[in-house]
């Protein structure tokens, strides 16, 4: 019954991961729609390769920087409760992918390709790890003193804050410090319209992205005993909300 249940976890975990995985898919789509067709290319190109050294980054120095656990064992370790280590960390990488991703948005067309990946390199396998470890894994004595200090501890059960506040205070000084992209304003100082390049592909980003935020937030319960129903209803509720607000608030710049 036990390796039955550690199964059923894992599998469990691993559809989590799958899921947040698509939804890098997403972020790809709502750039490349957002972004002029001549440097759609280099964005999609961009999200897979900041994908592929974020694994690099996180499996080899911030896995073991957040949670001190590495994976230099034998395969009969490894292999240990179905693999239920293995398929969480392949859920957590898909977190701190994101990170990147985030910041690519804020930035898609101001960035140079090759500093950019450096970038994705120190922050998945230096910076973010250190709020992950401190908030996920008791590192630091930061939830000891946030307890002391409020009597409860901090909660972040889906990564509002580790994942997106983080990805989104990094990105804020990038696009400050990159400015406007090129050709944004005239030379009296007029905005220059930049459309979006594609409609169709902003609409399945973010679709793809409705999808996925499920996995994100659903499967952070990690085991099937520890799944709520209250928290799939909440992301759906959040969705839909948010749609309606900012369709409300797009058809009153209309009126103005």
Same mark, same amino acid.
């Given at each position: 019954?036990?390796?039955?249940k550690?199964?059923?976890?894992? !599998?469990?975990?691993?559809?989590?991961?799958?899921?947040? !995985?698509?939804?890098?898919?997403?972020?790809? #789509?709502?750039?490349?729609?957002?972004?002029?067709?001549?440097?759609?290319?280099?964005?999609?190109?961009?999200?897979?390769?900041?994908? &592929?050294v974020s694994?690099?980054?996180?499996?080899?120095?911030?896995?073991?920087?957040?949670?001190?656990?590495?994976?230099? /064992?034998?395969?009969?370790?490894?292999?240990?409760?179905?693999?239920?280590?293995?398929?969480?960390?392949?859920?957590?990488?898909?977190?701190a992918?994101?990170?990147p991703?985030?910041i690519?948005?804020?930035? &898609?067309?101001?960035?140079?390709?090759n500093?950019?990946?450096? /970038?994705t390199?120190?922050?998945?396998?230096?910076?973010?790890?250190?709020?992950?470890?401190? =908030?996920?894994?008791?590192? #630091?004595?930061?939830?000891?003193?946030?307890?002391?200090?409020?009597?409860?501890? #901090?909660h972040?059960? /889906?990564?509002?804050?580790?994942?997106?506040?983080?990805?989104?205070?990094? &990105?804020?000084?990038?696009?400050?410090?990159?400015?406007?992209?090129?050709?944004?304003?005239?030379?009296?100082?007029?905005?220059? /319209?930049?459309?979006?390049?594609?409609?169709?592909?902003?609409?399945?980003?973010?679709?793809?992205?409705?999808?996925?935020?499920?996995?994100?937030? =659903?499967?952070? &319960?990690?085991? =099937?005993?520890?799944?709520?129903? !209250?928290?799939?209803?909440?992301?759906?509720?959040?969705?839909?909300?948010?749609?309606? =607000?900012?369709?409300?608030?797009?058809?009153? !710049?209309?009126?103005?």
């Amino acid at each position: 019954m036990e390796n039955f249940k550690t199964g059923v976890d894992a !599998l469990f975990i691993m559809t989590g991961a799958i899921m947040v !995985l698509a939804m890098h898919a997403g972020f790809a #789509f709502l750039e490349l729609g957002t972004v002029r067709k001549k440097n759609q290319v280099n964005a999609l190109v961009k999200i897979l390769i900041d994908f &592929a050294v974020s694994t690099i980054a996180y499996f080899f120095i911030g896995y073991s920087i957040a949670y001190g656990v590495n994976f230099f /064992a034998s395969a009969e370790v490894l292999a240990q409760k179905n693999g239920f280590e293995l398929v969480k960390f392949f859920f957590l990488l898909t977190f701190a992918a994101a990170i990147p991703a985030i910041i690519s948005g804020g930035i &898609a067309e101001r960035a140079k390709f090759n500093p950019q990946l450096i /970038a994705t390199f120190i922050l998945v396998g230096f910076v973010y790890p250190l709020f992950e470890g401190m =908030v996920w894994n008791q590192q #630091f004595g930061y939830q000891a003193w946030i307890k002391a200090l409020t009597g409860e501890e #901090f909660h972040d059960f /889906a990564g509002s804050v580790v994942v997106h506040a983080v990805g989104g205070w990094i &990105a804020l000084p990038a696009v400050i410090l990159l400015g406007a992209r090129h050709g944004r304003y005239t030379k009296d100082g007029r905005i220059s /319209a930049h459309p979006p390049s594609n409609i169709p592909f902003l609409a399945l980003g973010a679709w793809v992205l409705a999808v996925g935020w499920f996995g994100f937030n =659903v499967m952070s &319960a990690q085991t =099937v005993d520890k799944l709520s129903g !209250l928290v799939a209803m909440n992301s759906l509720m959040a969705m839909v909300g948010g749609t309606l =607000v900012a369709w409300w608030f797009g058809s009153c !710049l209309c009126w103005l």
